[in-house]
């Protein structure tokens, strides 16, 4: 079993609408929750953040952190065409130097239709 | 800056041939990083440095070596290519000075192994 869970999707709705992305992890040592996206042929660039349990807020985009249950999510509010991309999450635990050892999910792969 | 640079962005091997694949990285970050990019599988850490002179193993190491005399590159080397590293290859880097750091990500290498 991997460590690390994602639907690779592909997910597909229309411009407007309201998109969650999911993870779930069997690492209980994870503390770092991180979400990347990636457009097509160029490298992940990390979107949302996120320390333990808890919500975090930026601008369309809000992370979810359940530690108890091992589950996060990513919820993109007013999704638009430049959203098109896959959506990688990402994980690290406690570490002597930082985030050098991160576990990425699979990535999903979303697309808005105008 | 131009952050984090990768060369060749395209490489066809044979099988049994070697190569270097080159990062570098203008941000004085010290920690950096190489994963390769399945279909399926995500982004898999390859070897880590947290410093020039200091790498060490990641998830997926077996038939590649790294080394790091400078802050600023971080070569990956394929000693004798195998098919199963057909991939794309990414290099990242971060300053490791905080664990809320953020992972810059190169452009990637795709590698063919024929």
């Known amino acids: 079993q991997k460590e690390v869970e994602q639907d690779p999707g592909p997910l597909s709705v229309p411009e407007g609408a309201i998109v969650s992305l999911n993870c779930t992890y069997s690492n209980s040592a994870f503390q770092y929750f991180m979400w990347y996206r990636q457009y097509s042929r160029k490298g992940p660039e990390l979107l949302m953040y996120t320390y333990s349990s808890g919500n975090k807020e930026d601008g369309r985009f809000t992370a979810q952190v359940d530690k108890s249950s091992k589950y996060i999510s990513l919820f993109i509010r007013d999704s638009q065409p430049s959203d098109s991309a896959t959506y990688l999450c990402?994980?690290?635990?406690?570490?002597?130097?930082?985030?050098?050892?991160?576990?990425f999910g699979t990535g999903t792969r979303l697309t808005i239709i105008p | 800056n131009a952050g984090v640079t990768q060369t060749p962005k395209f490489q066809v091997l044979k099988t049994g041939q070697s190569m270097t694949l080159q990062c570098a990285q203008d941000m004085n970050h010290e920690y950096m990083s190489w994963y390769r990019q399945d279909p399926g599988m995500g982004l898999r850490l390859i070897h880590y440095s947290v410093g020039a002179g200091i790498t060490d193993q990641g998830e997926v190491p077996n038939g590649y070596n790294v080394s790091r005399s400078t802050t600023e590159d971080f070569p990956l080397r394929l000693l004798s290519a195998a098919p199963s590293q057909t991939s794309v290859y990414f290099c990242?880097?971060?300053?490791?000075?905080?664990?809320?750091?953020?992972?810059?990500f190169g452009p990637g290498t795709r590698l063919t192994v024929l």
């Open positions: 990242a880097s971060s300053t490791g000075l905080e664990r809320t750091d953020t992972q810059y």
């Open positions: 990402a994980m690290s635990g406690q570490t002597n130097f930082g985030n050098e050892k991160l576990t």
